[in-house]
């Protein structure tokens, strides 16, 4: 029974009644928009949704229900007046129906304060005595790099599980760093979601971490996405013997990362990119043109004359910020096409001393 409820992923699920164009898109248009990267509706789970309306003027919203595979289920337009808050609540009906997994986009003109309840009803399902257990979460921003707790303690039929969502049309690809309570990187996995599409899984059972579970487990995990101008949404959650549980996700990383920046448009994209020391990044020519990347500052780092489709990747192994240009289509200072480098704490860079090996290591 306390296994089959900590099995059970939870998360937001909102009721709406009437279905949309299947040409509309998933992700609303609006100046701000607002994530919540899963959603359970059925098996036991209804959800509450809250949003305030944090400004002193009305403010229109727009909230868009989402299929796994991103295609759009539903949505609702709606008028907040100021400091006002709406809530949105499950049919109590759906409680006993078959588990549904979905993810929400609020597009909002102004600012807004979204948060979510879980609330877990066993009788509904059929489970004797009845379990009734309610957690809450905010709403999650997205994010290119970022690190969630994990704690894994398999005498309690525990689950650590992980949602993902991706707001992105084209897919992005996710790399996973499992870290031990020592700081240690002791496995590594990846996976690509699609354009709109989003996904939860139970870290024990990815074959990449199994071995590290078994007998319990305590430290972190750390994410990014290889390309940070497709960043993602997540949450973590999970249950310890018959409680519930949901952690926010917090910007940032500690460990080295892979990423990449694209040269596209004259542009570099991102145009700022801040990783941990000992990351790799690997500039990918995406015009029709030639393009470098090289350090305003002479003697840091040059990728050399990349052609189309053309990459190049550095490691960069101390703290630094380290502007930089392309020198066919902009110059030093930030000029046309440029873009910073920011290694760990972001220390003045400057020519690598001597007789100590260059730190940034080219491959």
Excluded at 217 to 240: E, R
Excluded at 246 to 272: C, K, Y
Aim: hydrophobic fraction near 40%; proline fraction near 8%; charge should be neutral.
């Amino acid at each position: 029974m306390k296994r089959s409820l900590c099995l059970l992923v939870f998360l937001v699920a909102f009721f709406f009644p009437a279905p949309l164009p299947r040409a509309q898109q998933p992700i609303p248009s609006g100046n701000l928009r607002t994530f919540v990267p899963h959603s359970a509706t059925g098996g036991g789970y209804l959800t509450r949704v809250f949003i305030t309306n944090l400004t002193g003027n009305a403010n229109q919203l727009t909230i868009n229900r989402i299929r796994q595979s991103g295609t759009l289920v539903s949505s609702v337009t709606t008028t907040l007046q100021p400091a006002a808050t709406l809530t949105i609540i499950d049919s109590e009906s759906e409680r006993t129906q078959p588990i549904r997994f979905e993810w929400f986009a609020i597009a909002s003109q102004m600012p807004i304060a979204a948060s979510v309840v879980f609330d877990f009803e066993g009788q509904s399902v059929g489970l004797s005595p009845d379990i009734r257990q309610a957690v809450g979460t905010l709403a999650t921003p997205t994010s290119s790099a970022f690190t969630a707790p994990v704690r894994f303690d398999p005498t309690t039929f525990a689950t650590i599980s992980m949602a993902l969502a991706n707001p992105n049309s084209a897919s992005t690809t996710i790399n996973m760093k499992l870290v031990d309570q020592n700081g240690t990187v002791v496995a590594q996995d990846s996976l690509t979601l699609t354009g709109f599409n989003q996904t939860a899984f139970d870290l024990s059972t990815r074959p990449a971490f199994q071995g590290f579970f078994s007998g319990g487990f305590l430290g972190s995990l750390a994410v990014a996405v290889t390309d940070p101008s497709k960043p993602v949404s997540a949450i973590m959650l999970g249950g310890l013997s018959t409680q519930l549980f949901s952690l926010p996700v917090v910007v940032g990383v500690a460990v080295p990362i892979e990423v990449t920046v694209n040269m596209i448009g004259l542009q570099f994209d991102p145009r700022d990119i801040t990783v941990p020391r000992g990351s790799s990044i690997t500039w990918i020519n995406r015009d029709n043109v030639a393009h470098t990347a090289t350090s305003d500052s002479s003697g840091i780092f040059d990728t050399g004359v990349l052609g189309t489709s053309g990459q190049f990747t550095i490691t960069f192994n101390t703290d630094a910020t380290i502007p930089y240009h392309c020198i066919f289509h902009g110059q030093s200072g930030g000029i046309g096409m440029a873009g910073r480098v920011i290694v760990g704490s972001g220390s003045s860079p400057g020519p690598s001393p001597q007789p100590e090996p260059d730190p940034y290591i080219r491959k």
